[in-house]
């Protein structure tokens, strides 16, 4: 399956020079925070792994997710199309499946998963809807469409944005309005997108304004939206 691939016919950011370097984020206490708060999301939203249920991450990068679907119990695939971020997650994480791949044209068949999943995906590609019409495709009849994308008007994403910093500057970042119209063809729409600050142990208003707190969730302000959709 492996084979060169042209980043710019697909993506709009090139993560291949980052690869080495792309989960460091995830070192610093910021990226732990918003790592813990998006792995719950997705808890929330995708039921734990069968004996044998196969999950297939797009666009997993360095592999960091697809080392968390494996400790829900799937067996997972991941695909990319950054030879350098399939080279980190061959090495990093041991018992999940990876190979170069097109996002767009997924070299498996009908049905082939129980779940597909794609993790800060969608934005970084030139034709997103063509991206969930396949994982739709690869996803098994009673399975599940698992995405995460960064949130298009949460404060911290509009900040990103106002700096034109790369690789935020590049990407096409979705609202939650917009994400759900894209996934509504496959069935119904669950979605999630907490806000970090009130996950924090030492936030105050954690405790103070649980309330308060639920209905931020509600109201999808989170920097990342979790959706899930059962085909």
């Given at each position: 399956?492996?084979?060169?691939?042209?980043?710019?016919?697909?993506?709009?950011?090139?993560?291949?020079?980052?690869?080495?370097?792309?989960?460091?984020?995830?070192?610093?206490?910021?990226?732990?925070?918003?790592?813990?708060?998006?792995?719950?999301?997705?808890?929330?939203?995708?039921?734990?792994?069968?004996?044998?249920?196969?999950?297939?991450?797009?666009?997993?990068?360095?592999?960091?997710?697809?080392s968390?679907?494996?400790?829900?119990?799937?067996?997972?695939?991941?695909?990319?199309?950054?030879?350098?971020?399939i080279?980190?997650?061959?090495?990093?994480?041991?018992?999940?499946?990876?190979?170069?791949?097109?996002?767009?044209?997924?070299?498996?068949?009908?049905?082939?998963?129980?779940?597909?999943?794609?993790?800060?995906?969608?934005?970084?590609?030139?034709?997103?809807?063509?991206?969930?019409?396949?994982?739709?495709?690869?996803?098994?009849?009673?399975?599940?469409?698992?995405i995460?994308?960064?949130?298009?008007?949460?404060p911290?994403?509009?900040?990103?944005?106002?700096?034109?910093?790369?690789?935020?500057?590049?990407?096409?970042?979705?609202?939650?309005?917009?994400?759900?119209?894209?996934?509504?063809?496959?069935?119904?729409v669950?979605?999630?997108?907490?806000?970090?600050?009130?996950?924090?142990?030492?936030?105050?208003?954690?405790?103070?304004?649980?309330?308060?707190?639920?209905?931020?969730?509600?109201?999808?302000?989170?920097?990342?939206?979790?959706?899930?959709v059962?085909?």
């Amino acid at each position: 399956m492996t084979k060169e691939l042209s980043h710019f016919d697909k993506s709009l950011f090139d993560f291949g020079p980052l690869a080495c370097e792309y989960d460091r984020w995830y070192d610093t206490p910021a990226g732990q925070a918003h790592d813990r708060v998006q792995k719950e999301d997705a808890k929330r939203l995708l039921r734990s792994g069968h004996t044998g249920e196969r999950l297939l991450d797009v666009g997993c990068g360095t592999g960091h997710w697809s080392s968390f679907f494996a400790t829900m119990g799937y067996q997972v695939t991941g695909i990319d199309i950054s030879l350098e971020m399939i080279a980190v997650a061959r090495t990093a994480v041991p018992g999940c499946a990876f190979d170069v791949a097109d996002a767009c044209n997924l070299p498996f068949g009908d049905g082939a998963f129980d779940v597909v999943a794609s993790m800060a995906l969608l934005e970084f590609v030139s034709d997103p809807t063509a991206v969930v019409r396949e994982m739709a495709r690869c996803t098994k009849s009673g399975g599940s469409l698992l995405i995460g994308t960064l949130n298009r008007l949460a404060p911290l994403n509009q900040h990103r944005l106002s700096k034109g910093r790369h690789p935020y500057s590049s990407a096409h970042l979705l609202t939650a309005k917009k994400l759900r119209e894209m996934l509504q063809p496959y069935g119904k729409v669950r979605m999630v997108a907490s806000p970090v600050a009130y996950h924090e142990k030492r936030s105050p208003l954690a405790n103070v304004l649980p309330r308060w707190c639920n209905s931020l969730r509600r109201s999808l302000s989170g920097a990342f939206i979790v959706a899930e959709v059962r085909t």
